[in-house]
């Protein structure tokens, strides 16, 4: 296009994607054309020249044009470069550049100043990667005092605003909240310590506490319902009746329960002798006026306590008032006591064969056969052990411990521990009450009088009784088993 007698063309982008004419090949006639019209113009100052200016470029034009068509022939013609072709399977993006100029996308977007939009990719993280997210701490709220004379709401877990309230598991017991003591000594110079220091100093417990403590643990086992053991003996003067009120004394004593002793000595028996006598009545009065019992005070009104708080159901000891202690009244006597005792203790006579005893060793639990450390008195016991066995009360026998009481001073020439290895292969338990002057007495039998080996010896024997109480709740009041 001319304009003002100036050659122009439109510009022509010079750009790597135009292939670059080769040094010794001649100009075709349109590059001629291309070269001068990206020529500058003339200044203005040249246009008094005009005309001079017209030839010269009109001649230059022709022999440029026959140059071109000179090395037309050798000369390789211009081509554009090759473009990308689009994937035919990805479309165009919506609002996206309009169609693809012929010379390419990738040429003319050389020319294209605007920058291309950047595709904002996430990358993920891997899960053990990823931020965990934080709960915020709920916000604090201010809670105004409640108004004079109200009580503020109990405080409630789980209602927003009010603090939790405390949690443990479990129960509060002792040792939650006292720190571990050690028990104070019973005895020796570790109680006399602990004494002269007001309980500053606590030496503990010396070894002989810790197994009393242990014994008389055994000694409160629990009982339920009653439990009756019969004190027997084919011997007299071995300690029978001593034993009956010591035995029934140390239980009164350590458990606590309602514990009596009933004499069933058919033959004016000494049991009401051993304890101070609070009421002339007996057995027999008892029996007479059974119908009016209800309650333990009336059953106490037949009874008299030790200081140990053991009762004692005595006998007639009057010859001309005194009648025969028949089965049917031990019978009915015991089913009146064991309403109101958790311990009923039986003093039995020397004869087996007395109508008493048959009721005696029918409903008894346990029984504790005394003898003594002689000859004549262990073949006493262990003739009694034959007769029940033989008279169908071998349970009984499983359940007998044996009393060997020491009814003189010193040692006899009896091998004692020969003794008791006989009877342990037969009895349940077998134990020896060494000789007290207090109770070769043949009088009232205090707790506090005796010596304390002795009375260590009686709480033994209380304890292996005690140990039958667990599994002898119920067995024994079923169905009896048949005697021969």
């Known amino acids: 296009m001319t304009t003002n007698n100036h050659t122009t063309a439109t510009p022509r982008p010079s750009a790597s994607w135009v292939t670059a004419p ?27 020249n005009e005309p001079t200016a017209k030839h010269t470029v009109g001649k230059m034009a022709h022999e440029d044009a026959a140059a071109a068509k000179a090395g037309e022939a050798s000369r390789t013609p211009l081509r554009l470069a090759d473009s990308p072709t689009p994937s035919p399977s ?8 309009g169609p693809v100029p012929p010379w390419g996308r990738s040429a003319a977007a050389q020319f294209d100043n605007t920058p291309p939009p950047q595709k904002q990719t996430q990358t993920r993280r891997p899960p053990e990667q990823r931020p965990r997210p934080v709960d915020a701490p709920p916000a604090r709220r201010t809670q105004l005092p409640p108004p004079a ?51 500053g100093v606590n030496p503990g417990e ?14 409160n086992q629990p009982i339920r319902g009653d439990y009756k053991i019969a004190v027997l003996s084919l011997k007299g003067g071995v300690g029978k009746t001593t034993t009956t009120v010591a035995l029934g004394s140390t239980f009164a004593d350590l458990r606590g329960d309602h514990v009596v002793a009933i004499d069933a000595n058919p033959d004016l ?48 000891r009057d010859p001309h008032k005194a009648e025969a ?43 504790v056969l005394v003898s003594s450390p002689a000859l004549d008195g262990a073949q006493s016991a262990d003739a009694t052990l034959n007769w029940l066995t ?29 003794l008791v290895a006989h009877f342990d292969t037969q009895v349940r338990a077998v134990t020896v009450i060494p000789f007290d002057t207090h109770l070769a007495e043949g009088s009232e039998v205090d707790l506090d009088r005796m010596a304390s080996t002795t009375r260590e010896a009686f709480v033994e024997l209380a304890a292996l009784v005690a140990d039958d109480f667990p599994a002898a709740a119920g067995r024994h009041h079923g169905p009896q088993p048949a005697r021969r």
Request: aromatic share 4%; with cysteine; net charge neutral.
């Open 269 to 316: 028996g000494t049991l009401g002798g051993r304890i101070p006598s609070q009421t002339p009545a007996t057995v027999r009065d008892l029996l007479n006026d059974q119908k009016r019992i209800h309650r333990y005070s009336d059953v106490r009104a037949f009874t008299s306590q030790a200081p140990s708080r053991l009762e004692v159901l005595a006998s007639e």
């Open 149 to 199: 004379g109200q009580l503020p709401p109990p405080a409630t877990d789980g209602q927003p605003g009010t603090a939790p309230g405390p949690r443990h598991s479990g129960e509060i017991n002792r040792d939650m909240l006292f720190r571990p003591t050690k028990r104070p000594p019973a005895s020796g110079w570790r109680r006399m310590v602990h004494l002269v220091t007001g309980g």
């Open 206 to 219: 010396s070894p002989e506490d810790v197994r009393r403590r242990h014994l008389v643990e055994r000694v």
């Open 390 to 418: 033989a008279q169908g009360y071998a349970h009984l026998v499983a359940r007998t411990v044996v009393v060997i009481s020491s009814a003189r001073p010193g040692s006899s020439g009896i091998n004692m521990d020969q």
């Open 22 to 48: 080769s040094s010794d090949t001649p100009e075709s006639e349109d590059a001629a054309q291309d070269r001068s019209a990206q020529a500058p113009p003339a200044p203005v100052a040249a246009q008094e």
């Open 325 to 367: 202690f028949s089965e049917t009244d031990y019978r009915e006597a015991v089913a009146i006591l064991d309403n109101f005792y958790n311990l009923i203790l039986t003093d039995c006579g020397t004869g087996l064969t007395h109508s008493a005893m048959r009721g005696v060793l029918d409903t008894a639990d346990a029984l």
């Open 90 to 97: 990805t479309p165009a993006p919506a609002g996206g550049p």
